[in-house]
Structures are given as C-alpha cells and as structure tokens.
C-alpha cells in the first residue's frame, strides 16, 4: 500500500494519490472500487494505508471530537488541535484494538501486562502478539486540507498520523509499505510546494509508480485527486487516463 499527497502551486493545491490494493487476513491481494480515503467533519480528507478497519474507527472516533468542537467553538479546528484530536482518537483506538485482540485471549489486564509479574514465556508470547498487530494491522492516515493563515490566504496542510507518527508534513507526507520507497523518490526529485501542479502531480505519479517495487503495493491503477479546497467541492479527481 502507499499513500502520497504533496503540496503544489504555493500551497494552493494538495496533490493526492493511493493505489488501490488491499491484503485480506489471509495474505490474499484484490484491487477495490472503493479509495482508501474518507472525509472528516471539517472537510478535510484522509487517505490510509495498514488496517482498514481500524483507519475507519478512528476517524469515526476523531470525526466525533471534531463534531463536538466544531459546535463549540464554531469554526473548524486549527491543524495543530485536529493533530491532536486525531493522536487521541488513535491511542484510544489503538488500546481498544490490543486489549480485545491480545491481552483479553489470555486473561491479562493492562496494568498487569505494564507492571507485572508475568511469567516469562507468557510475556513473550503477549509481546509476540502486539508485534504482530503492528506489522498487520495498525493504520497509517494523511489528512490533507486548507485553513485560512493570518494573511488571509487559505493554504494547503498534509498530516501524518501513526501508531508512532503525529506530525505537520512540509512539502510532502507518504503512508503506508511503499512509503519510503515514494519519499526517497519524490526527495530525489527535490518535489516543492512552490512547484506548478502539472509538474507536482508528474513526480507525485513517479513515486507512486517507484514504490510499485514494493510487494504490497498495487501495480498500474492508482486513485488521485487535486484539491483545491475543503470538502467536495474543492475535490478534482484525475481521470485515469491522464495517469497514463
């Protein structure tokens, strides 16, 4: 899997793009309609790679949040509190996953897995279990979208959420197993966000087509969209012939 979006034309324009190959439980590949990417209730869209299941719970999870301050406060959330929002919402959700999937089989509580005593084996067999989650199933997100700066100007943000990752991406941000292969390319590629957008996309497309070296990544066929604003409306999708 890999996700990619990049800032273009001055952060005026977020070039999006996901391939489009899922891997079942059973290690079995299959190309969906269905892109991996939802919205948020601020109109901002997030791409995933990893665990399906658990990416939707917890942007259903942040999307509540998000709700509730949206009412509050009445305006959208500024991108450093919806990085928080949304870190939150993944720990919440990451916990939820690693008490019902591992500790719970084997009748251990947090607190008892954290401070013990464990018989030695049975830790490592725990401790097996959570790895195994990590490698299969936690979520990797990309949340792209605009907020006004104080100039007046809405600009483009690219959010990068993980088990382990909660930052504000520069010029550009990648998830999932093709991840790395696709930042090295589009680093290579010196891809700014001061770039015009027809140029952005070609390298966008290079280095999704470069992380195609990797296993779990879907050869070819690839969702991408330039997005000139939140929500629908500012939402273009790139015809797939356009991606050659």
């Not at 949206?70 to 509190?81: D, F, N, S």
Request: with cysteine; glycine share 12%; net charge negative.
């Amino acid at each position: 899997t890999v996700g990619i979006a990049a800032l273009a034309a001055d952060g005026k324009v977020v070039v999006v793009m996901a391939d489009k190959l899922f891997t079942d439980d059973a290690g079995l590949q299959h190309e969906e309609d269905e892109p991996k990417a939802m919205w948020l209730p601020n109109d901002w869209l997030a791409v995933y790679a990893g665990g399906a299941t658990l990416a939707h719970m917890v942007v259903a999870r942040a999307g509540g949040v998000i709700s509730d301050a949206m009412k509050g406060e009445g305006r959208p959330p500024h991108p450093v509190e919806l990085l928080v929002d949304m870190e939150a919402a993944y720990a919440e959700i990451w916990n939820w996953n690693i008490k019902a999937s591992v500790l719970d089989p084997f009748g251990i509580t947090h607190e008892q897995y954290v401070k013990g005593p464990l018989d030695s084996g049975l830790r490592r067999e725990i401790d097996q279990g959570i790895a195994d989650q990590e490698a299969n199933y936690s979520p990797d997100l990309l949340l792209c979208g605009f907020d006004t700066a104080p100039d007046g100007v809405m600009h483009g943000n690219i959010l990068s959420i993980g088990l382990r990752t909660h930052e504000v991406e520069g010029s550009f941000g990648v998830v999932g197993s093709g991840g790395d292969i696709a930042k090295a390319r589009l680093t290579w590629q010196k891809t700014k966000a001061g770039t015009p957008t027809v140029r952005v996309l070609y390298e966008v497309y290079e280095a999704k087509t470069h992380a195609e070296m990797e296993a779990h990544v879907g050869k070819g066929q690839a969702d991408a969209w330039l997005m000139v604003g939140n929500g629908g409306e500012g939402l273009r999708r790139v015809p797939a012939e356009t991606l050659g």
